[in-house]
């Protein structure tokens, strides 16, 4: 284990909310009430720091009383009541709320029955005109109630797959929450995934009604998907209806339905009562070395969850606008659509990040007078290397916080957010996964940012770093475990009957705890540091390493667009570290710029850092959801036959692994 690097005295934070800001936080009105109702510590007056410290100790001790609070806080609606808030603790198998029943659909449409609210905007759809159409709460809860009762007339019951292969636009929350209406789970994936992929994932499920889209635009051009829908019928046999939405105009094809006629009645939603736990949606990981896990959350662990998340973390509720940059193939879309859960109007973008400029998300977060705004690490880091200035070139008066998460932000994304948009701006870097679709770690409005941290866990959450033996670690580099279950936890695996590849992903390491598999810093000041994924951990002389601390030095330098860090145990015993390098147009790997690679690994890191060889690439490869492709790459580097090394269909594009496997047999005969 290494420690992390500790200088003699303590950093001062990049930012600190004023005492305004912390006083008319929900968390700190929270923490008042939850002292009054159920014994919570009161807040240290004029210490924000403890008292956000006493209010996370008391919130994973006594989790039946904090998860009790988060219902009764965000007025959580029970058609039948709960016998208790948690019953067999243990993990996995944690039983939440047993005997309760409630819709998530429900609670995301609460907001139109507010008569002063039910014209608002519920919705802001932007595509790449960048023009932001409107769907206001009274519309979007006419045109769920009417495909709610279309789909029980096509046959569909609670427990029912619902699929959708389409993009972030209106018709896929519709469609999603008309499912969770019903009682059916749905499962989403993005068109810019191939037919393979999307099958991995579907023919897991067997879906039963798919809505599909014609195509889709991006980056300024059209792409048609008719011959992978028309794949997806041949191969979906569950399927008993396909719902056409013509976003590019073209006809509907043979057999299907037309989203139009499925919308149109003016019909009141009816919201199935189902059990706390019963399923809501199936998301997917990467599956990037076999089939995807298909991950099975509850209405009512991610209906707690995500309240708790976006109302007390992110301090959103009516009058918010929220964007986060994402697509239906990934688990911050599902997230971004519960906003509708804390009543604030949520930006739904389908294009381009970068479309026509770098600037673009920026330019949709002033359109839509976004409130939060959540994008990448990688964008902020883009966005920096383009020299774009946000703050001078956009009207972002109404943006409070911008939020990133994909991959750890590096220290140099905190300067330049703070820079570059606003000196008062709130940075949350938040981590967590698609395995409990929220966050272990981040945003806390009433707390400083460190620059390269995360400002503190979240609540209800035990998060802790571990080494190898189960003993937790402060300011030290350790194994990101939680200790203690949290309701938005998989209810199970799809096609997992005995439960034993849900415990093989989380719990084979430390029995009873959830290991993640992300490298991690506690800091003795409460923050958090994330370090890379553990199950690509580097190893140099014993010494343990996340490769993001080396990206994050690396590609600070302006010649490198994107870099990819690779450990590898060869049969003699050996270990070989090659960096890879995606150069920046322009750039020219010769000696020159190796040494200076070296050079600064070994100046902001250590020499055990320092890469045996700094090679070219024409390209990073990346999972569909954008993460840089690690494991794979490792085992083609082993030897590992490339079709044996990873599923070709979770790859943006599988070419650029045959590079790794081409230098595998070049090394393989050099050393023969």
Not at 45 to 67: I, M
Not at 324 to 350: H, K, P
Not at 479 to 489: G, I, K, R, Y
Request: charged share 20%; glycine share 8%; proline share 8%.
């Amino acid at each position: 284990m290494t420690t992390a690097p500790q200088s003699a005295a303590q950093p001062e934070p990049l930012w600190r909310p004023g005492p305004d800001r912390i006083a008319q936080a929900q968390v700190t009105r929270f923490q008042s009430w939850a002292a009054e109702r159920y014994g919570a510590p009161a807040a240290t007056p004029g210490d924000p720091v403890a008292s956000y410290a006493d209010l996370h100790r008391w919130s994973v001790e006594r989790l039946p009383e904090f998860w009790e609070a988060v219902t009764q806080w965000f007025d959580v609606r029970f058609s039948t009541p709960y016998e208790t808030v948690l019953a067999d603790s243990a993990m996995p198998g944690a039983r939440w709320f047993p005997g309760a029943t409630l819709n998530y659909a429900e609670h995301a449409l609460r907001a139109a029955q507010d008569p002063a609210r039910a014209d608002e905007p519920a919705l802001l759809y932007v595509d790449e005109t960048h023009e932001p159409t409107e769907v206001s709460w009274s519309e979007l809860r006419r045109q769920v109630g009417s495909l709610a009762a279309e789909l029980r007339r096509l046959g569909v019951r609670p427990g029912d797959r619902v699929s959708g292969y389409v993009p972030n636009i209106p018709q896929a929350t519709v469609a999603l929450l008309a499912s969770a209406a019903v009682g059916a789970v749905w499962t989403s994936c993005a068109p810019d995934f191939g037919a393979r992929s999307v099958l991995d994932r579907f023919q897991q499920v067997e879906p039963v009604v798919l809505f599909t889209i014609d195509g889709y635009r991006y980056g300024g051009k059209e792409h048609d998907r008719a011959e992978t829908v028309a794949e997806l019928r041949r191969e979906l046999p569950s399927l008993r209806a396909v719902v056409h939405i013509p976003l590019l105009g073209t006809p509907a094809p043979g057999g299907t339905l037309l989203w139009d006629d499925l919308t149109v009645a003016d019909t009141e939603p009816v919201f199935e009562p189902v059990p706390f736990d019963h399923p809501l949606w199936v998301l997917y990981s990467s599956g990037t070395t076999g089939l995807p896990k298909a991950i099975v959350q509850s209405q009512g662990g991610i209906l707690v969850e995500h309240l708790k998340q976006l109302g007390l973390h992110n301090d959103m509720g009516p009058g918010d606008r929220f964007f986060w940059f994402t697509s239906t193939g990934w688990m911050m879309w599902n997230f971004l659509v519960s906003g509708l859960l804390a009543g604030v109007t949520v930006v739904l973008y389908d294009g381009s990040p970068g479309y026509p400029d770098t600037g673009a998300q920026w330019r949709v977060a002033e359109r839509t007078g976004a409130t939060v705004y959540g994008t990448s690490a990688a964008y902020v880091m883009a966005c920096r290397k383009a020299d774009v200035h946000p703050g001078r070139d956009f009207d972002l008066s109404r943006l409070r916080c911008v939020a990133t998460t994909g991959s750890p932000l590096p220290p140099d994304g905190f300067r330049w957010l703070h820079d570059e948009v606003a000196d008062d701006m709130w940075i949350a870097s938040v981590s967590g996964g698609t395995d409990v679709c929220s966050c272990f770690a981040g945003a806390v409005p009433t707390l400083p940012v460190y620059i390269g941290e995360l400002q503190a866990p979240g609540l209800g959450t035990d998060l802790q770093a571990w080494d190898p033996q189960g003993r937790p670690l402060i300011d030290e580099v350790g194994e990101l475990v939680v200790t203690n279950p949290m309701p938005s936890m998989p209810v199970h695996f799809w096609n997992d009957p005995d439960g034993s590849r849900y415990r093989d992903s989380y719990f084979e390491m430390f029995p009873g705890a959830w290991r993640h598999g992300d490298w991690i810093t506690r800091t003795s000041r409460g923050s958090v540091v994330i370090h890379g994924r553990s199950d690509s951990t580097l190893n140099r002389q014993g010494v343990r390493m996340g490769s993001a601390d080396i990206y994050e030095a690396v590609e600070r330098l302006p010649e490198i667009r994107e870099s990819l860090v690779i450990g590898v145990e060869e049969p003699d015993g050996g270990y070989w570290m090659p960096l890879f390098v995606h150069l920046a147009p322009g750039a020219t790997l010769d000696d020159e710029l190796r040494d200076k690679i070296k050079t600064v690994i070994r100046a902001q890191l250590s020499p055990r850092h320092v890469p045996d060889e700094v090679i070219e690439v024409p390209a990073v490869p990346h999972t569909l959801t954008g993460k840089r492709i690690e494991v794979p790459v490792k085992r083609l580097l082993q030897g590992v036959a490339l079709d044996k090394a990873v599923n070709a269909g979770s790859v943006d594009n599988i070419e650029l692994l045959h590079f790794y496997e081409r230098l595998a047999r070049e090394r393989s005969a050099t050393n023969a």
